[in-house]
C-alpha cells in the first residue's frame, strides 16, 4: 500500500464537490471526490497556516500546544529527530516518505530532516507587478494576482513533477507528500486557466451585493471583538481600486491551476496501476475569504476561513458524503491507524478510519477552532473559540462576546442568533448552554512570538 498525501494552500469551500462557487472549474478534484468518503462539514483549527499544519500533522490542538499563529513554530514544542509527526511516523511504519513542496510551515525551512527518506522544494521566482494595484504600488509581490507572464513552470509544477516521477510501477510501500501552494497569495497563474473563467465572475454564495467595503450592515451584528480580526487595508485598497473582479477571477484561477495539478498525479497514479493501491488524502490547512463581511485572506473564526476540503480515497475506503463535523487534526491519527501504526504523543484529533470504512457517523461531534490577536496587544493573551456542530456555529470572544448562527436557516453566517436581547433570553439559552459545552477549554499560553526580523522572512504568511 501506498499513501499519497496532498495539501493544498488556503483552498477553502470554491471547489465542485462542495458547491462553494457557482463558476468554479476543478474537475480533476471532483474526479477524486467521487472515488472518495468526502467530509461535507471539515474545518481547520486554526484560520492561520503554522498552527493548523502543526496540528494536523502532529495530531495536537493549538490549546494544547500554543502554537496558535504563524510567528509559532512547532519546534518550539516538539523537538527534532523524534519523528513525532505524521511523516516521521510513517518513516518509523516502514514507508519510504518522500515530499515536495510545502508540507509543513514555511516549507523547506519547515521541515526534520530526519523525517524525510527524500524531500525536494523547487525554487521561487518573484513575478513583475501584475495586479493593477500592484502596479500602482498598492500591493507588494506577496499580495498581487493575476496572469503570469509567461507559461514557463511555476513552483507548483515543478513540486508536483518531482512527485509524478516518483510514483513509478509496482511502487509499495511509500509515502509520498505534496504540498502545493496556490491558491495562497499571489495568484499569479498561466493565462490558460484564467480563460476558463468570464471576465465578470459571479459573486461568491452569500454576498449581499457588489463588494463595497464601505457597507457594514453585514457586521451589525457581530460583537466588537470580531471586527478587530478583519484586516482592513486589503479591502479598502481592492475597493478604492475597483478591482474585487480581477482579485476573485484570480482566486479561482489559482484554483483550477491547483485542480490541473491533482489531475496529474491522479493520471500518473491510473498509467502506473497504482490507483487502487494508494490511500489518497487531499486537505487544505485553512479556508479562505473574499470579502465576505468585509473580510479577506483568512484570520477569522467564520465559517468560509474555518471550512476546508477533506476526502479520502483508496482501498478499504468507503466512496461516500460524510456529515459528521471533522477536522485536519483528525488526519494524524487517522492515517496512522489506516497504515496500522499508533502515535507516540497524546493527540487530540479523532480517529475516523472506521468512519472511513463505512462506520456510523456520531451526530454529537463538533470541530473546534481557536483564534486571537497576535501580537497581543498590552501582552494580554486575547484568543476567541468557537465550535461548528451539524447544525450550529457557536464563537465566544475574550471580552464575553458571542455568536451563535443556525447553518440550516442561515449558512452564510449573516444574523448572529445572540444579537438580540429576547433571543438571548428566552428562546436560545438552553442551545446556547449545549454549544458552549464544546468549546475547547482550557486553553494553553501563546508561545512567544518569533522576532520581527523572523516574521518578516516568513514570506508565505
Known amino acids: 500500500m501506498n499513501f499519497l498525501f496532498l495539501s493544498i494552500e488556503d483552498l477553502n469551500d470554491f471547489i465542485e464537490p462542495l458547491g462553494g462557487h457557482p463558476e468554479v472549474r476543478t474537475p480533476n478534484i471532483a474526479r477524486l471526490a467521487a472515488r472518495s468518503a468526502v467530509f461535507e462539514r471539515a474545518y481547520a483549527t486554526a484560520p492561520a497556516c503554522s498552527p493548523a499544519r502543526a496540528a494536523a500533522l502532529f495530531g495536537q490542538a493549538p490549546w494544547r500546544t500554543g502554537i496558535y499563529a504563524n510567528g509559532h513554530d512547532w519546534r518550539m514544542v516538539h523537538k527534532t529527530g523524534q519523528r513525532l509527526s505524521l511523516v516521521g511516523h510513517m518513516r518509523d511504519a516502514g514507508f519510504a516518505t518522500i515530499g515536495a513542496g510545502k508540507i509543513f510551515h ?8 530526519d523525517d524525510w527518506d527524500d524531500y525536494f522544494v523547487a525554487g521561487r521566482r518573484r513575478h513583475p507587478p501584475t495586479s493593477a494595484l500592484a502596479r500602482a504600488g498598492e500591493f507588494g509581490p506577496n499580495m498581487d494576482y493575476g496572469p503570469a507572464e509567461s507559461d514557463e513552470p511555476q513552483y507548483d509544477e515543478l513540486n508536483a513533477d518531482r512527485i509524478v516521477a516518483e510514483m513509478t510501477r509496482g511502487a509499495d510501500g511509500r509515502f509520498w507528500a505534496l504540498g502545493l501552494f496556490r491558491p495562497h497569495l499571489p495568484c499569479i497563474v498561466p493565462q490558460r486557466f484564467f480563460d476558463l473563467y468570464p471576465e465578470e465572475v459571479a459573486l461568491p454564495p452569500g454576498m449581499p451585493g457588489p463588494f463595497d467595503m464601505e457597507d457594514e450592515r453585514e457586521l451589525a451584528s457581530v460583537p ?7 484586516i482592513r487595508p486589503i479591502g479598502q485598497k481592492i475597493h478604492r481600486g475597483r478591482d474585487y473582479n480581477a482579485f476573485l477571477r484570480a482566486y479561482l484561477a489559482s484554483i483550477s491551476y491547483a485542480d490541473w495539478l491533482v489531475g496529474r498525479l491522479l493520471d500518473q497514479l491510473e498509467e502506473q496501476g497504482l490507483l487502487d493501491s494508494t490511500i489518497i488524502v487531499l486537505w487544505s490547512d485553512h479556508g479562505y475569504q473574499v470579502g465576505e463581511k468585509l473580510a479577506f485572506t483568512k484570520f477569522t473564526l467564520w465559517e468560509r476561513a474555518l471550512r476546508i476540503p477533506m476526502m479520502v480515497a483508496g482501498p478499504g475506503i468507503v466512496p461516500r458524503r460524510i456529515g459528521q463535523p471533522a477536522t485536519n ?21 479523532r480517529d475516523l478510519s472506521a468512519l472511513l470504512a463505512g462506520g456510523p457517523e456520531d451526530g454529537e461531534a463538533a470541530a473546534c477552532a481557536v483564534w486571537g490577536l497576535f501580537p497581543p496587544p498590552k501582552g494580554k493573551d486575547l484568543l476567541a473559540v468557537t465550535a461548528r456542530t451539524r447544525r450550529h456555529r457557536f464563537t465566544r470572544y475574550w471580552k464575553g462576546g458571542e455568536e451563535l448562527y443556525d447553518h440550516d436557516a442561515d449558512p452564510f453566517e449573516r444574523r448572529n442568533l ?6 438571548r433570553r428566552v428562546a436560545r439559552a438552553g442551545l446556547r448552554a449545549r454549544l458552549a459545552a464544546t468549546l475547547p477549554a482550557p486553553l494553553a499560553k501563546p508561545l512567544p512570538l518569533k522576532s520581527r526580523e523572523e516574521r518578516l522572512a516568513m514570506a508565505d504568511d
Do not use: N
Open 224 to 230: 466588537a471583538e470580531a471586527r478587530r480580526f478583519i
Open 418 to 423: 445572540l444579537a438580540a436581547p429576547l433571543l
Open 329 to 349: 487534526m483528525d488526519l494524524f491519527p487517522t492515517l496512522l491507524a489506516l497504515a496500522g501504526s499508533r502515535p507516540k504523543q497524546e493527540t487530540d484529533g
Open 106 to 113: 514555511l516549507a523547506e525551512a519547515g521541515i526534520d530532516p
